[in-house]
């Protein structure tokens, strides 16, 4: 199940760090927020936001989650091929066509319709097995999932589907961290459906809808089994919904400085010659740049972590290079380490941080952070 922590491929100048210790702390702080009855998905899509899915699969695994929920089925694939044997729920859209592929990886499929089931159904039967699902409500979100005033409907249909074993029924919130009064009146809508769907016979062992906000802060909202994943990195859900103290953040992007050089008054740096030494100046090149999704803009407050200092970003940033002005750290050399994201000593650059720049959320920041960096798994299970 664990494995020793990853090491880099030799000649990486920009990596990320995962320190799965705080993942499997944040879980466990997680799981004391809700009743022992209550199970936890662990949601690890987009390679669990960024900090790779199959290290964050079994730290959550082994700190006590029960299940693992992903988007797509090329992400469940990876888990199974990893060895990770725990439920997973594909919440997003699985072509018909990959069903015989889901059922022997015991995979459990999102029904969002019934002509989507119905089609699940004919494909299951044609390989002999039945294919686990969960019905998806829309609830308020708008998004996937039967709208509850056509649960009943969509019920009657499903009670003929005999190769769909149906484990569940979820929705999903789309205000919880900001309007607890509009979610309680989705949860009421969602149990209403499923109470009604139960009359016309359905046999959901477990029901969802909470996500990383209501987890937190709603527990009328646990039901039998709560879906955080922005928690479980040890970043808040938003401004509105600030993680109670002890969660921790899980990721630090690092780079090192690769070039130091002394500039004359009236020298411009980067495209667009944006910025120009006022002064005779001492700056940095990094390796980074937007590949990496280090954006390039808007760029004005840009800075970074260097020798526990806070070295401003100057000129613009290029697809794999950054310039900093290191004037005021006389010290800089080639081959320091660099904090773009993360703390370095006492000084921190957060993904709120760079969310703001980048006129985003952190979840944005840390799953736009691209695939191609290595990530440097720390303290595995
Ligand atoms: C992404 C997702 C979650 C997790 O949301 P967070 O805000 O990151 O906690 C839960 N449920 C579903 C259906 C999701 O798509």
Redesign the pocket.
Known sequence: MCESASTLPPGTTTWLEIDQSAIRSNLRMLRGLTGPQTRLMA?I?ADA?GHGARATARSVLAAGAQAL?V?SLGEALELREAGIDAPILL??YVPPQAVPTAIGHNLTLTLFDAAQARVCDQAARATGRRLKAQV?LDSGMGRMGALVGDAPALQEQLADLSWLQLEGC?T?FPQ??EDCAWTREQLRRFLAAVAAMRQRGAQFSTLHS????A?LTMPECHLDLV??????YGLS?SDTVPLPSGFRPALTWKTQVVQVKDLPAGHSVGYGRTWTAASAARMAVLPVGYEHGYRRAPHESASVLLRGQVAPVIGRISMEKTTIDVSLIPGARVGDEVVLLGRQGKACISAEILAARFGSNN?EVVTGLSARMPRLQLSTC
Do not use: E, V
Not at 210 to 213: Q, R, T, V
């Open positions: 949601i899509k936001y929920g988007a919440l997003s998806k979820y999903h919880a961290d909470a996500n990383s906000a987890t879906r955080p994943g922005i928690a479980l859900p979840y």
